[in-house]
């Protein structure tokens, strides 16, 4: 089936134009896409937007104030269509100090009919026969400029959202399901913004850490401690600093040189020689009992 080209916003005009054309809308399908997969300060990088005639996507990273779209989100005489939306919605909540009324969620929908599978690409094959390529699902979208394929990927993610929104409706009504699928629908809308807590304790929560002995322990507490640290200065996702499984072959193995490393799976080629494995291997050796004037080898 053609499609028609995608509208981008980049830019204060283009984003007056959508918002005068939102207004007059009676549903509007709406997802997100983020750099949560990437960055430890996740934020929204694309919100997608999608009318019965037309898809827009609007880079909230190219302007300052998108502020208008937060009245649409608000307005209770526009539904807003989301799959899943529990996760967009607080991201909206989070970024924006964004509040959204009336919404239908395709994905609570389907669960109340009955529906085994509740992603996305299954429901639209199902109904529509589309397929929808995954390849950009963990795509870092606060990298700039986006590619085609990029914005023909996050696009489809509302192009059916309203058509299939009217199939599920119908299906609720049929069943006498729609009052419960409401009822669902609000809770979403009042969900309150869980905030990123981290708890040094948590590093007990590593597969194979209550395994290990007492020395261990302390070692792994203080690598997930290192991790978080450079997580946040870094602004990286903390398993792109070391994974899990490479904390803990570390705590398992306290490598007591840097040579050690190259030993240990998971350690990224970066660190060798580098200013973060000479503190790395400082923290092992400090938590190890090593010694507490044992010089680092190199």
Aim: aromatic share 8%; proline share 3%.
């Amino acid at each position: 089936m053609e499609i028609s080209p995608v509208v981008v916003i980049e830019n204060r005009a283009e984003f007056s134009k959508l918002i005068d054309s939102l207004q007059h809308a009676a549903h509007i399908a709406v997802d997100t896409e983020s750099n949560s997969f990437y960055a430890y300060y996740n934020r929204i990088c694309l919100i997608q937007v999608s009318t019965e005639n037309q898809d827009y996507i609007i880079d909230p990273l190219a302007f300052d104030d998108i502020s208008d779209l937060g009245t649409i989100l608000a307005d209770p005489a526009v539904e807003k269509i989301f799959h899943a939306a529990p996760n967009d919605v607080a991201g909206l909540k989070r970024d924006f100090k964004f509040c959204v009324r009336n919404i239908f969620d395709t994905a609570i929908a389907a669960k109340i009919l009955g529906y085994q599978q509740l992603g996305l690409a299954r429901i639209l094959n199902e109904h529509f026969g589309v397929c929808l390529n995954k390849k950009w699902q963990r795509h870092d979208w606060g990298k700039r400029p986006l590619r085609p394929e990029q914005l023909d990927y996050a696009r489809l993610d509302t192009h059916y959202l309203i058509a299939l929104r009217h199939r599920l409706a119908a299906e609720l009504q049929e069943k006498q399901l729609l009052d419960a699928a409401k009822e669902a629908f609000e809770k979403v809308c009042t969900q309150e913004i869980h905030e990123k807590n981290f708890r040094a304790s948590d590093f007990l929560h590593i597969c194979g850490a209550k395994s290990l002995d007492v020395e261990g322990k302390r070692v792994l507490k203080a690598l997930y401690l290192f991790r978080e640290h450079e997580a946040r200065r870094r602004d990286r996702a903390p398993f792109r600093i070391l994974t899990n499984e490479t904390l803990l072959r570390l705590a398992l193995q306290r490598p007591k040189s840097i040579q050690d490393f190259s030993k240990i799976k998971g350690i990224p080629r970066t660190y060798n020689n580098s200013r973060t494995a000479v503190l790395l291997l400082e923290v092992i050796r400090k938590n190890a009992g090593h010694g507490e004037d044992a010089a680092i080898q190199h």
